[in-house]
């Protein structure tokens, strides 16, 4: 979610909040706001007519965030004497709505939305599925241009689903790894691959390595350990600026 929502929400709920809830998308604020309103309201369940008013935190909460669904976890802070059987199912029903409403909510807008079963892996309505989908067009095209710098197998290791503001730079980076290659009249393909690429925390990881590079390769290989070093941390300064300027955190 944004930043600027982010830090209201830790002031509004600060005795639930947890950092966690920093990742979960814009689309999910709402059923996390229903979540939370309904586990402070916890004290008001089988409350006794003679119980003084005012109310307590019953939970510490942990939130696990995919593209398809949001499960909240919850530690509890009272012992088992005061957990009534209704306050014990009102908060489990509170636990279980959260991920329901969003495993059947657009990630990005908040409107109705649904998984297919395409290769666009969320929760999205219409609109954004269709954005989605682009977007890996977009990221598909670049890693077939690109694919001479990757290993042949390389599993997960290799994403290059980044954020959108971090696309062109991204690109233009591989581009230019790509290029260097290829000017040394192709003896260098095959010999510098990229073995990493992916965004961890919000920060863009890269790792690479030179398997038997030819004699006078070294001007190649500086250029190359160059354009990393600055692709990682205009990345940094990128997502610091993005993240500052209330847009969500990058993930």
């Known amino acids: 979610m944004k930043k600027e929502i982010a830090d209201r929400l830790s002031k509004e709920y600060a005795n639930l909040w947890d950092d966690s809830m920093r990742v979960i998308p814009d689309g999910w604020i709402t059923p996390l706001l229903t979540m939370l309103d309904r586990l402070y309201g916890l004290s008001d369940v089988d409350r006794k007519s003679y119980q003084g008013e005012g109310l307590s935190t019953w939970v510490d909460l942990h939130i696990d965030v995919s593209p398809i669904v949001a499960i909240a976890y919850a530690t509890p802070l009272k012992p088992a004497g005061k957990w009534t059987p209704g306050r014990a199912l009102a908060c489990v029903e509170a636990l279980a709505e959260f991920s329901v409403q969003t495993g059947e909510t657009c990630r990005t807008c908040g409107e109705p939305g649904i998984m297919r079963l395409d290769g666009i892996e969320g929760i999205y309505c219409d609109q954004h599925r269709d954005e989605e989908a682009a977007k890996i067009d977009k990221y598909a095209a670049l890693y077939d241009e690109c694919r001479v710098i990757f290993p042949a197998v390389h599993g997960k290791a290799i994403d290059l689903h980044v954020p ?7 690109a233009s980076s591989l581009r230019k790894i790509k290029q260097v290659v290829e000017d040394e009249g192709g003896y260098l393909e095959g010999k510098i691959k990229i073995t990493r690429l992916e965004m961890i925390d919000g920060q863009l990881h890269v790792r690479h390595v030179y398997d038997q590079m030819p004699a006078g390769a070294e001007p190649a290989m500086m250029e190359i350990d160059d354009t990393i070093r600055w692709l990682e941390g205009q990345s ?16």
């Open 164 to 170: 959108d503001f971090l696309y062109d730079l991204l």
């Open 236 to 251: 940094d300064e990128l997502v610091r600026k993005h993240n500052s300027d209330g847009g969500s955190d990058a993930s």
